[in-house]
């Protein structure tokens, strides 16, 4: 790796499969800019035609939530009820709720 190459930023790659619909995480490279990552994921990562869609998105701006802030950001669905419809009443009358 030239001097040069150790200064390019990292960038996360994500591929949607031809079976998929989503797309997954599957590494990361580095890049001088998002047309050389978006070209190089390709050849890196769908080289056996395997990729349908690539996101080349730059690491230092994925924003993650800490491991230790699981409980403020996800418990808090649990005491909202309302969201599971198990206690509403439907009348019979209505049909393909």
């Not at 790659?13 to 978006?38: C, I, N, P, T, W």
């Not at 070209?39 to 800490?66: F, H, K, P």
């Not at 005491?79 to 419809?85: A, F, G, L, Q």
């Amino acid at each position: 790796m030239t001097d040069n190459a150790r200064d390019w930023p990292l960038w996360e790659v994500f591929v949607r499969s031809r079976q998929g619909l989503a797309h997954k995480h599957v590494g990361s490279l580095h890049a001088a800019d998002g047309e050389m990552a978006q070209q190089n994921a390709r050849d890196v990562y769908t080289r056996r035609r395997e990729g349908e869609s690539i996101w080349v998105v730059l690491s230092s701006e994925i924003v993650a939530s800490a491991p230790d802030d699981k409980g403020a950001l996800f418990d808090p669905a649990e005491d909202k009820v309302y969201r599971h419809p198990t206690f509403y009443h439907v009348p019979d009358e209505v049909e393909n709720l």
